[in-house]
């Protein structure tokens, strides 16, 4: 997964271009690049590395008098991280060039042919074949050229394409990868993968559909279908979003920035959704009538990584409260199984991005089978959010830090309000309970808000003797078995500490050899309904001398009993649990990685928005 860019306008475009770059950077950090066209001529320049590598090599270029450029950011998928496989890629003459992100599946098939045809090629990425191939059809007429290549691709694309000949023109073609088209009176036309790239100069988008191709110049854009060859006439969208959303605004990472913006995050979600007076829950745009809501009587959600936790809590909430049987699947799973579903079963696509492309095929599939689709998402437009039936979005702003964290939490409070509006269609809910329950996630907001300074205060202190652990785990019961997954998850990802979750119960199956005096356990363990099964877990791993962690409910004295390193929680309403006890579990991590001197914004090996398979 790729970071792509693209300006022309009366800017200088260098500048605009590694400031776009900058904020799409969470998609990719294994090298950057940029080209633009200056005196006719177009100039490259790539590095190896993070942008910073890039920045440190762009010298005066800085202030090229060119208004014309596009910019790639790289997570290698077809060739090793290297300045040669870093885009842009060039033709054979050097007058074209192109970014892109996805893979392009029969990329050996055509590089073989280009190759028989006398192309020569400089790197080992799928990309560069788009290059050579454009220059096989070119002859006057990009437009056509660009057409008839991209009906010869498979698989998924979203590139910018320049031709030298043609110097007021940036081509734009998407197809399963996200593109989104920026337009702005006075500053003129850009392309970009990602919303927070815009954000900086507009608020004015245009999304691009699979099979499209836009042409744009400074003042101009065209939206064309590859498929019927007509033009598409496609409104500009606003986005609510601003540009210091994407900011560190003094924290010193964006996780920890994100953090401490889960109380909004929440906030944001719930708001206008949940009317208390009445006790009900408003969320007309899961477009699902009573005839549908009536027929369904399975529910299948589908997500990866820590949507796919979100996913897990609210199995536990949907099944208890609304009584429908709820699974759970791992997207990439899901897609290539018999999927039994028919329009009796809700699809959910739980998932930050509405790109990653498991979870696009997995709703993909459904829709197929006759089922109904609902995404849980955080960036207005995106593909799942279009090919749904309904959406519900979280509201969380630009996550950038690429371990999520008020993306989950939003998500959960999404999840919680359809619990809530499944229990009142179904009637299982009754006015007051909503009412209860919708006051318990509203205040969760100012909770959150008040525990995470001293939480994190505590955390500091309390993991001096244990960040230099080779290996974690974390266990929890219940609601908190995936907040437990969701802690290990965060760990390794952060500071490439080896973690595993467990659901305390099963820990004896096999986990339970692992323990030792070296060993780290977090075991949350809040006075909940099943409080007590999970502390006869707790005391069978301090028999082996497990170096216990406890989260657990303040006042519960008898944990000091068991180990002395105890994170307090208020006691709130077990439904929010969750929400609560993720906190501990986001700081631990990122205290710990601080501490052992990670990069927690970009880990190595990890990308924000996973668009390949
Ligand atoms: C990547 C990200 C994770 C995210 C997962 C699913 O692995 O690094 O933070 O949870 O993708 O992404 P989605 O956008 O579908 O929630």
Known sequence: MCGIVGYCGPKRVVPVLLESLRRL???????????????????????????????????????????????????????????????????????????????????????????????????????EVLAHLIEEYLENDLVAAVKKAVKRLEGSFAAGILWAK??????????????????????????????????????????????????????????????????????????????????????????????????QAITNTVSGRIDLEHGTVNLPEINLSNADLKKIDRIVIVACGTSWHAALVAKYWIEKYAGISVEVDIASEFRYRRLLLNEHSLTIAVSQSGETADTLAGIRSAKKLGSKILTICNVVGSTMTREADGTIYTHA????????????????????????????????LPPGEIRSLGKSLIDSAGMVEDILPRLQEEIKELIEPFYDARDFLFVGRGLNFPIALEGALKLKEIS??????????????????????????????????????????????????????????????????????????????????????????????????????????????????????
């Not at 040669?84 to 029969?106: F, M």
């Not at 001398?545 to 390193?565: C, F, Y």
């Open 25 to 127: 950077e969470y998609r990719g950090y294994d090298s950057a690049g940029i080209v633009y066209l200056e005196n006719g001529k177009l100039v490259k320049h790539r590095a190896k590395g993070k942008l910073a590598k890039l920045e440190a090599i762009i010298g005066d270029a800085i202030i090229a008098d060119s208004h014309i450029g596009l910019g790639h950011t790289r997570w290698a998928t077809h060739g090793a991280p290297t300045t040669e496989n870093a885009h842009p890629h060039s033709d054979c003459t050097g007058e074209l060039v192109v970014v892109h992100n996805g893979i392009i599946e029969n990329y050996h098939s055509l590089r073989d042919e280009l190759k028989t045809k006398g192309h020569t090629f400089t790197s080992e990425t799928d990309t």
């Open 166 to 263: 043609q110097p007021d023109t940036l081509i734009a073609v998407r197809n399963q990868s996200p593109l989104v088209l920026g337009v702005s009176d006075d500053l003129g036309t850009f392309l970009a993968s990602d919303i927070p790239a815009l954000l900086p100069y507009t608020r004015d988008v245009i999304f691009l559909e699979d099979m499209e191709m836009a042409v744009v110049t400074a003042t101009e854009h065209r939206i064309y279908s590859l498929e019927t060859d007509t033009e598409i006439d496609r409104e500009v969208q606003k986005i609510d979003w601003n540009a210091s959303m994407s900011e560190k605004a003094g924290y010193r990472h964006f996780m920890l920035k994100e953090i401490y913006e889960q109380p």
């Open 397 to 428: 702003g630009p996550e950038i830090g690429v371990a999520s964290t008020k993306a989950f939490i939003s998500q959960l409070a999404a999840l919680l309000l359809l619990t809530l509006y499944l229990g009142q269609e179904k009637k299982t």
């Open 496 to 613: 490439y500490i080896h973690a595993e979750g467990y659901a305390s119960g099963e820990f004896k199956h096999g986990p339970l050899a692992l323990i030792d005096r070296n060993m780290p356990v977090v075991a949350l363990v809040p006075k909940d309904a099943v409080y007590q099964k999970s502390i006869s877990n707790v005391e069978e791993i301090k028999a082996r001398q497990g170096r216990l962690i406890l989260i657990g409910t303040a006042g519960d004295d008898s944990l000091s009993s068991l180990t002395d390193n105890i994170i307090y929680l208020p006691e709130v309403d077990e439904i929010i649990n969750p929400i609560i006890y993720t906190l501990p579990a986001q700081l631990l991590s990122y205290e710990i990685a601080t501490r052992r001197g990670c990069d927690v914004d970009q880990p190595r090996n990890l990308a924000k928005c996973v668009t390949v398979e």
